[in-house]
Protein backbone atom coordinates (compact mmCIF):
# COMPACT_ATOMS: atom_id res chain seq x y z
CA UNK A 1 0.00 0.00 0.00
CA UNK A 2 1.87 3.00 -1.62
CA UNK A 3 1.24 6.21 -1.00
CA UNK A 4 -1.05 7.93 1.52
CA UNK A 5 -3.14 4.38 3.23
CA UNK A 6 -6.55 6.03 3.02
CA UNK A 7 -6.56 7.70 0.10
CA UNK A 8 -4.45 6.67 -3.07
CA UNK A 9 -3.86 2.78 -2.13
CA UNK A 10 -6.13 0.73 -3.95
CA UNK A 11 -8.65 -1.05 -1.94
CA UNK A 12 -10.52 -3.27 -4.41
CA UNK A 13 -11.30 -6.64 -2.89
CA UNK A 14 -9.53 -5.91 0.80
CA UNK A 15 -11.16 -6.10 3.72
CA UNK A 16 -11.49 -3.60 6.39
CA UNK A 17 -12.13 -3.55 10.16
CA UNK A 18 -11.88 0.20 11.31
CA UNK A 19 -12.05 0.91 15.13
CA UNK A 20 -14.26 3.93 16.15
CA UNK A 21 -16.25 4.03 13.14
CA UNK A 22 -18.86 6.86 13.64
CA UNK A 23 -16.47 9.12 14.88
CA UNK A 24 -14.77 12.22 13.13
CA UNK A 25 -12.32 10.42 10.94
CA UNK A 26 -14.13 7.10 11.54
CA UNK A 27 -16.96 7.93 9.13
CA UNK A 28 -15.31 9.72 6.78
CA UNK A 29 -12.65 6.45 6.40
CA UNK A 30 -15.56 4.11 5.71
CA UNK A 31 -16.78 6.30 2.64
CA UNK A 32 -13.14 6.44 1.60
CA UNK A 33 -12.66 2.37 1.77
CA UNK A 34 -15.79 1.95 0.52
CA UNK A 35 -15.53 4.41 -2.21
CA UNK A 36 -11.99 2.25 -3.38
CA UNK A 37 -13.74 -0.83 -3.55
CA UNK A 38 -12.73 -2.40 0.29
CA UNK A 39 -15.25 -4.63 2.38
CA UNK A 40 -15.56 -2.71 5.45
CA UNK A 41 -16.13 -4.17 9.09
CA UNK A 42 -17.12 -1.35 11.87
CA UNK A 43 -17.03 -1.49 15.69
CA UNK A 44 -19.38 1.18 16.79
CA UNK A 45 -21.87 1.20 19.96
CA UNK A 46 -25.12 0.21 19.56
CA UNK A 47 -26.71 3.93 19.00
CA UNK A 48 -24.72 4.32 16.16
CA UNK A 49 -25.11 1.05 13.84
CA UNK A 50 -27.81 2.38 11.38
CA UNK A 51 -25.52 5.60 11.06
CA UNK A 52 -22.49 3.37 9.63
CA UNK A 53 -24.64 0.98 7.58
CA UNK A 54 -26.24 4.16 5.91
CA UNK A 55 -22.64 4.95 5.24
CA UNK A 56 -22.06 1.58 3.71
CA UNK A 57 -20.42 -0.58 6.29
CA UNK A 58 -20.43 -4.45 5.13
CA UNK A 59 -20.60 -5.77 9.05
CA UNK A 60 -21.50 -3.52 12.36
CA UNK A 61 -20.13 -4.53 15.32
CA UNK A 62 -20.98 -3.19 18.44
CA UNK A 63 -18.14 -2.86 20.65
CA UNK A 64 -19.89 -2.82 24.28
CA UNK A 65 -21.41 -6.21 23.54
CA UNK A 66 -19.72 -7.94 21.36
CA UNK A 67 -16.14 -9.05 20.66
CA UNK A 68 -15.00 -7.93 17.27
CA UNK A 69 -12.45 -11.02 17.23
CA UNK A 70 -15.44 -13.25 17.72
CA UNK A 71 -17.47 -11.90 14.81
CA UNK A 72 -15.37 -10.41 12.19
CA UNK A 73 -13.20 -13.23 9.65
CA UNK A 74 -9.67 -12.00 9.14
CA UNK A 75 -9.05 -8.48 7.26
CA UNK A 76 -6.16 -7.42 5.25
CA UNK A 77 -5.99 -4.49 7.28
CA UNK A 78 -7.26 -2.75 10.73
CA UNK A 79 -7.69 1.26 11.18
CA UNK A 80 -7.26 2.09 14.96
CA UNK A 81 -8.85 5.01 15.93
CA UNK A 82 -9.36 3.64 19.33
CA UNK A 83 -5.84 2.47 20.40
CA UNK A 84 -4.96 0.44 23.69
CA UNK A 85 -6.46 -2.73 24.38
CA UNK A 86 -8.60 -2.71 21.13
CA UNK A 87 -5.23 -2.46 19.21
CA UNK A 88 -3.89 -5.14 21.49
CA UNK A 89 -7.11 -7.70 20.90
CA UNK A 90 -6.70 -6.35 16.51
CA UNK A 91 -3.38 -7.97 15.98
CA UNK A 92 -5.22 -11.60 16.28
CA UNK A 93 -7.93 -10.69 13.31
CA UNK A 94 -5.62 -9.35 10.66
CA UNK A 95 -3.95 -12.10 7.96
CA UNK A 96 -0.55 -12.26 7.69
CA UNK A 97 0.97 -9.45 5.42
CA UNK A 98 -1.76 -7.20 6.19
CA UNK A 99 -1.35 -3.90 7.83
CA UNK A 100 -2.78 -2.21 11.55
CA UNK A 101 -2.44 1.52 11.46
CA UNK A 102 -3.32 3.80 13.78
CA UNK A 103 -3.81 6.93 14.59
CA UNK A 104 -2.96 7.20 18.25
CA UNK A 105 -0.49 5.04 19.29
CA UNK A 106 2.65 3.36 16.88
CA UNK A 107 1.26 -0.49 17.21
CA UNK A 108 4.11 -2.88 19.16
CA UNK A 109 6.82 -3.70 16.00
CA UNK A 110 7.50 -7.22 17.76
CA UNK A 111 3.94 -8.70 17.53
CA UNK A 112 3.89 -6.94 14.48
CA UNK A 113 6.69 -9.06 13.20
CA UNK A 114 5.72 -12.19 14.71
CA UNK A 115 2.36 -11.89 12.87
CA UNK A 116 3.89 -10.85 9.71
CA UNK A 117 1.59 -7.61 9.59
CA UNK A 118 2.59 -4.14 9.42
CA UNK A 119 2.17 -1.69 12.57
CA UNK A 120 2.31 1.72 11.69
CA UNK A 121 0.77 5.30 13.66
CA UNK A 122 -0.02 7.61 10.61
CA UNK A 123 -1.17 10.93 11.64
CA UNK A 124 -2.20 13.80 8.80
CA UNK A 125 0.56 15.67 7.38
CA UNK A 126 0.30 18.81 5.04
CA UNK A 127 -0.13 17.62 1.70
CA UNK A 128 -1.83 19.20 -0.90
CA UNK A 129 -2.36 16.26 -3.61
CA UNK A 130 -3.67 14.35 -0.65
CA UNK A 131 -6.07 16.91 0.47
CA UNK A 132 -6.84 17.55 -2.74
CA UNK A 133 -7.22 13.69 -3.41
CA UNK A 134 -9.26 13.41 -0.26
CA UNK A 135 -11.54 17.03 -1.10
CA UNK A 136 -12.80 14.28 -4.23
CA UNK A 137 -13.61 11.64 -2.13
CA UNK A 138 -15.58 13.91 0.53
CA UNK A 139 -17.43 15.24 -2.49
CA UNK A 140 -18.07 11.60 -3.92
CA UNK A 141 -19.15 10.41 -0.39
CA UNK A 142 -21.62 13.38 0.14
CA UNK A 143 -23.48 12.79 -2.25
CA UNK A 144 -26.99 12.46 -1.88
CA UNK A 145 -26.25 13.47 1.68
CA UNK A 146 -28.24 16.25 4.39
CA UNK A 147 -26.54 19.08 3.72
CA UNK A 148 -26.73 22.25 5.25
CA UNK A 149 -24.72 25.70 4.05
CA UNK A 150 -24.63 28.48 6.95
CA UNK A 151 -22.95 32.05 6.20
CA UNK A 152 -20.60 33.94 8.83
CA UNK A 153 -23.76 35.49 9.87
CA UNK A 154 -25.20 32.27 11.02
CA UNK A 155 -22.45 31.67 13.87
CA UNK A 156 -24.95 31.16 16.71
CA UNK A 157 -27.35 28.87 14.63
CA UNK A 158 -23.96 26.48 13.55
CA UNK A 159 -23.47 26.39 17.62
CA UNK A 160 -26.45 24.96 17.75
CA UNK A 161 -25.98 22.67 15.46
CA UNK A 162 -22.83 21.55 17.00
CA UNK A 163 -24.59 20.57 20.28
CA UNK A 164 -27.58 18.91 18.71
CA UNK A 165 -26.78 14.93 19.41
CA UNK A 166 -28.32 14.15 16.34
CA UNK A 167 -25.83 16.11 14.29
CA UNK A 168 -23.57 13.62 11.86
CA UNK A 169 -20.17 15.03 10.35
CA UNK A 170 -18.78 18.49 10.48
CA UNK A 171 -20.06 21.88 10.55
CA UNK A 172 -18.52 24.48 8.40
CA UNK A 173 -18.88 28.21 8.14
CA UNK A 174 -17.72 29.99 5.50
CA UNK A 175 -16.04 33.37 5.66
CA UNK A 176 -16.76 35.36 2.59
CA UNK A 177 -14.77 39.29 1.99
Known amino acids: MAGSLLTTADFAGLSVLIHGGAGGVGHFAIQFAKAKGAWVAMTVSASNKDFVSDLGADQVIDHRSEKFEDLVETVDLVFDLIGGETQER ?41 LREIANLIDQARKGRRRKHLSAREVAEAQAALKDKDLRGKVVLKILR
Open 90 to 130: SFSVIKPGGALISTLQEPDKGRAADRNIRGRRCTAQPNGAQ
